[in-house]
């Protein structure tokens, strides 16, 4: 059996991306191979492969799904266009492989309605392990965004007075995008070791971007989330863990502390992912859809029951007329 792991190899314009496939592959054997998410119909057809298929979907439906050889494992995906599934084979394939983990309730809503069996399950990010076997702190306080959403100067200026230190500022973003999509693969993986590695050894983190909070969670990283718009649903999977505090409330605020953890949901959230992927890996499918383990069985039947009342409720909603038009916007005027 060959093993595969994802990044998007396209626009290479994201280093969660990047994150994302690594953390999958942690879980691999060292032989496993990597695959191009927005090309992911082009996985040989030579052998029985098992793929763990995490993180945001996608640019392009084209090339989408993998070949037939192909067992995805579909864990902490986000559904960033609805009309993804709108294509019913495409909906087979989903349905064939569930049930789904989707990283967030927006995505999970979508499968579910459906009545495709899916759970929600986080982010597979919280699961990377530390890159500091030391434990050691150098002491910096990194403040990490990207060049397209930097933090405001003033939003800076305020936290290093709140904070009494300076903030070191890093780019989140991937290094220089040439060569091909393998070298492009080991230079982003790379590169993405070093902001790991940086991360574990700073005293603080304070960021705006989800793959560096959820990942430094993980890593056990002390980590203050800042963001302008701290409700936006794709924030839900660090919010079960952390508050994450506005631009607004730096700005007003006298004192400023780092939230404290919900460490028991954290490690929770870390068991199930870690058992549902290493139980995977061990079978070469998605142990959720017929493992005989308590909580995995558990976790199908509630799937399955979620999907058929989810489906049934919304169908009633759209035959009595409520939210007609929101409905038909997500799922056609075919559902």
Same mark, same amino acid.
């Given at each position: !059996? %060959?093993?595969y792991y994802?990044?998007?190899?396209?626009?290479?314009?994201?280093?969660?991306?990047?994150l994302q496939? !690594?953390?999958?592959?942690?879980?691999?054997?060292d032989?496993?191979?990597?695959?191009?998410r927005?090309? @992911?119909?082009?996985?040989?057809?030579?052998a029985?492969? /098992?793929?763990?298929?995490?993180?945001?979907? !996608?640019?392009? /439906?084209e090339? /989408?799904?993998?070949?037939e050889?192909?067992?995805?494992?579909?864990?902490?995906?986000?559904?960033?266009?609805?009309q993804?599934?709108?294509?019913?084979n495409?909906?087979?394939?989903f349905?064939?492989?569930?049930?789904?983990?989707?990283?967030d309730?927006?995505?999970?809503?979508l /499968?579910?309605?459906?009545?495709?069996?899916?759970?929600?399950?986080?982010c597979? $990010?919280?699961?990377?392990?530390?890159?500091?076997?030391?434990?050691?702190?150098?002491?910096?306080?990194?403040?990490?965004d990207?060049?397209?959403?930097p933090v405001?100067?003033?939003?800076? =200026? =305020?936290?290093?007075?709140?904070?009494?230190k300076?903030?070191?500022?890093?780019?989140?973003?991937?290094?220089?995008?040439?060569?091909?999509f393998? *070298?492009?693969?080991?230079?982003? %993986?790379?590169?993405?070791?070093?902001?790991? $590695?940086?991360?574990?050894?700073?005293?603080?983190?304070v960021t705006?971007?989800?793959?560096?909070?959820?990942?430094?969670?993980?890593?056990?990283?002390k980590?203050l989330?800042?963001?302008?718009?701290p409700?936006?649903?794709r924030?839900?999977?660090?919010?079960?863990?952390?508050?994450?505090?506005?631009?607004?409330e730096?700005?007003?605020? *006298?004192?400023?502390?780092v939230p404290s953890i919900?460490?028991s949901?954290?490690?929770?959230?870390?068991?199930? @992912?870690?058992?549902?992927?290493?139980?995977?890996v061990k079978?070469?499918h998605?142990a959720?859809?017929?493992?005989?383990?308590?909580?995995?069985?558990?976790?199908r039947?509630?799937?399955r029951?979620m999907?058929? $009342?989810?489906?049934?409720?919304?169908?009633?909603?759209?035959?009595m007329g409520?939210a007609?038009?929101?409905?038909e916007?997500?799922?056609?005027a075919?559902?």
């Amino acid at each position: !059996m %060959e093993y595969y792991y994802q990044i998007e190899g396209s626009k290479r314009n994201n280093i969660g991306d990047v994150l994302q496939g !690594m953390v999958a592959k942690a879980f691999l054997p060292d032989n496993c191979l990597v695959a191009d998410r927005e090309n @992911l119909a082009d996985i040989p057809k030579t052998a029985p492969s /098992f793929f763990i298929a995490n993180g945001w979907y !996608m640019h392009s /439906f084209e090339n /989408f799904p993998p070949p037939e050889n192909v067992n995805p494992l579909y864990i902490s995906m986000h559904i960033a266009n609805s009309q993804l599934l709108a294509d019913a084979n495409i909906r087979a394939h989903f349905l064939k492989h569930s049930p789904i983990g989707c990283r967030d309730k927006k995505t999970l809503k979508l /499968f579910l309605g459906w009545g495709i069996p899916s759970y929600y399950s986080g982010c597979l $990010t919280t699961t990377t392990n530390s890159r500091d076997s030391n434990n050691s702190k150098n002491g910096e306080v990194l403040l990490v965004d990207n060049v397209d959403h930097p933090v405001p100067a003033e939003v800076k =200026k =305020k936290l290093e007075k709140l904070l009494g230190k300076p903030l070191v500022s890093i780019s989140h973003d991937p290094p220089k995008p040439e060569g091909d999509f393998v *070298e492009y693969t080991k230079k982003a %993986e790379a590169h993405m070791n070093s902001l790991l $590695t940086r991360y574990c050894q700073a005293s603080m983190v304070v960021t705006t971007k989800i793959h560096c909070a959820l990942p430094c969670l993980g890593m056990g990283v002390k980590v203050l989330m800042v963001h302008p718009h701290p409700d936006e649903g794709r924030l839900g999977p660090l919010a079960e863990f952390i508050d994450i505090i506005s631009y607004d409330e730096v700005m007003k605020s *006298e004192t400023i502390s780092v939230p404290s953890i919900n460490q028991s949901a954290l490690e929770k959230r870390k068991s199930i @992912l870690k058992k549902i992927v290493t139980e995977s890996v061990k079978v070469g499918h998605n142990a959720v859809s017929d493992s005989n383990d308590k909580q995995l069985k558990m976790l199908r039947l509630k799937s399955r029951v979620m999907a058929s $009342t989810f489906r049934f409720g919304l169908l009633t909603m759209y035959r009595m007329g409520i939210a007609k038009d929101k409905i038909e916007r997500v799922y056609g005027a075919g559902l």
